[in-house]
């Protein structure tokens, strides 16, 4: 582990309550142990986040690579919010041209291409990912069980498997958005144990206990890798969601997960391909084209700066 005699800079940024810390690492200079970030994003002892980003050089010719690191101190493929907020970061700090209206950031996902809008001052204030196309072959995903559905395009998938819990069954779709999802629709809430809802006489998705039912699934023998966990309900024209996210626990909001709980609703019939998503921090639009994208719009936002020892850390 290497020691910084000097401080080192950060900017907090968020999308929609899901913050980050957010530090320039464009010289490489920098390693973060798995205790280091897990001190960095204690909000009590640390600056406090749901994960760090190191903003970093792309190895393939894109804008930049996003070394996206979860509060727990584990590496992740993807993170809708997140890129969001790494676009922000490239932008606002002058690393893309100011005429430039896009982003190709570089993940642990592949390429995602961001289509960005500015204020009058050049910053950034909302983008549209292209977040690809969803995987949904249970290899991939990944999980432990065979398809048992298959898409309008005859894709076979993992769609409302039941799996058990000490509280009942719930019924699953399984999606991967360059990281494993698990979407359960609460279509009768009402039949649903009442040791899941910190209120049993108003069982609503916000009184629904996600840390016990979401950490239960989140390590389930069924996702060989974890899995991030959606609940969600569908409404006249929004789907409302919560998510516990994999080395996270509960955050405010998920983009992967609004992406995958978008495909979800459009391949169990309970939607269409163009969803707005509810989350506890905001609203996501999410749009599953026609050419087999998810387009993922939303908000980045700067919270503020400072700076950290890192021999304060672990």
């Given at each position: 582990?290497?020691?910084?005699?000097?401080?080192?800079?950060?900017?907090?940024?968020?999308?929609?309550?899901?913050?980050?810390?957010?530090?320039?690492?464009?010289?490489?200079?920098?390693?973060?142990?798995?205790?280091?970030?897990?001190?960095?994003?204690?909000?009590?002892?640390?600056?406090g986040a749901d994960g760090v980003i190191l903003v970093e050089p792309s190895n393939i010719g894109d804008d930049g690579f996003m070394n996206?690191?979860?509060?727990?101190?584990?590496?992740?493929?993807?993170?809708?919010?997140?890129?969001?907020?790494?676009?922000?970061?490239?932008?606002?700090?002058?690393?893309?041209?100011?005429?430039?209206?896009?982003?190709?950031?570089?993940?642990?996902?592949?390429?995602?291409?961001?289509?960005?809008?500015?204020?009058?001052?050049?910053?950034?204030?909302?983008?549209?990912?292209?977040?690809?196309?969803?995987?949904?072959?249970?290899?991939?995903?990944?999980?432990?069980?065979?398809?048992?559905?298959?898409?309008?395009?005859?894709?076979?998938?993992?769609?409302?498997?039941?799996?058990?819990?000490?509280?009942?069954?719930?019924?699953?779709?399984?999606?991967?958005?360059?990281?494993?999802?698990?979407?359960?629709?609460?279509?009768?809430?009402?039949?649903?144990?009442?040791?899941?809802?910190?209120?049993?006489?108003?069982?609503?998705?916000?009184?629904?206990?996600?840390?016990?039912?979401?950490?239960f699934y989140e390590s389930n023998e069924i996702f060989p890798e974890k899995t991030n966990v959606e609940f969600a309900v569908v409404g006249?024209?929004?789907?409302?969601?919560?998510?516990?996210?994999?080395?996270?626990?509960?955050?405010?909001?998920?983009?992967?997960?609004?992406?995958?709980?978008?495909?979800?609703?459009?391949?169990?019939?309970?939607?269409?391909?163009?969803?707005?998503?509810?989350?506890?921090?905001?609203?996501?639009?999410?749009?599953?084209?026609?050419?087999?994208?998810?387009?993922?719009?939303?908000?980045?936002?700067?919270?503020?700066?400072?700076?950290?020892?890192?021999?304060?850390?672990?």
């Amino acid at each position: 582990m290497k020691r910084y005699e000097v401080e080192l800079n950060f900017k907090k940024m968020h999308g929609l309550g899901n913050d980050f810390v957010m530090i320039d690492n464009m010289d490489r200079s920098i390693e973060l142990s798995a205790d280091q970030v897990r001190s960095i994003c204690d909000r009590h002892f640390g600056i406090g986040a749901d994960g760090v980003i190191l903003v970093e050089p792309s190895n393939i010719g894109d804008d930049g690579f996003m070394n996206y690191i979860n509060s727990d101190g584990s590496f992740a493929q993807m993170c809708g919010n997140g890129v969001r907020c790494f676009a922000k970061f490239l932008v606002d700090s002058g690393c893309i041209d100011t005429d430039s209206k896009s982003v190709a950031a570089s993940t642990r996902a592949g390429t995602k291409n961001i289509v960005i809008t500015r204020d009058e001052n050049g910053r950034m204030v909302e983008a549209v990912v292209d977040m690809g196309a969803p995987e949904l072959d249970p290899v991939k995903v990944p999980i432990r069980a065979v398809a048992n559905a298959v898409a309008d395009d005859d894709t076979p998938f993992v769609g409302e498997l039941s799996v058990p819990s000490p509280w009942g069954d719930f019924s699953f779709t399984a999606v991967s958005m360059g990281n494993p999802h698990a979407v359960c629709f609460l279509d009768d809430i009402e039949d649903i144990d009442d040791a899941l809802f910190t209120d049993p006489f108003n069982k609503t998705l916000d009184s629904l206990n996600l840390d016990l039912i979401g950490a239960f699934y989140e390590s389930n023998e069924i996702f060989p890798e974890k899995t991030n966990v959606e609940f969600a309900v569908v409404g006249d024209d929004s789907i409302s969601m919560r998510v516990y996210e994999r080395g996270c626990g509960e955050t405010l909001a998920c983009g992967t997960g609004a992406c995958a709980t978008g495909v979800a609703a459009c391949l169990t019939k309970r939607a269409g391909r163009k969803n707005e998503i509810i989350l506890k921090g905001g609203m996501l639009d999410i749009d599953w084209r026609d050419d087999g994208h998810v387009h993922m719009t939303g908000p980045a936002a700067h919270s503020f700066s400072g700076t950290i020892s890192l021999d304060d850390l672990a």
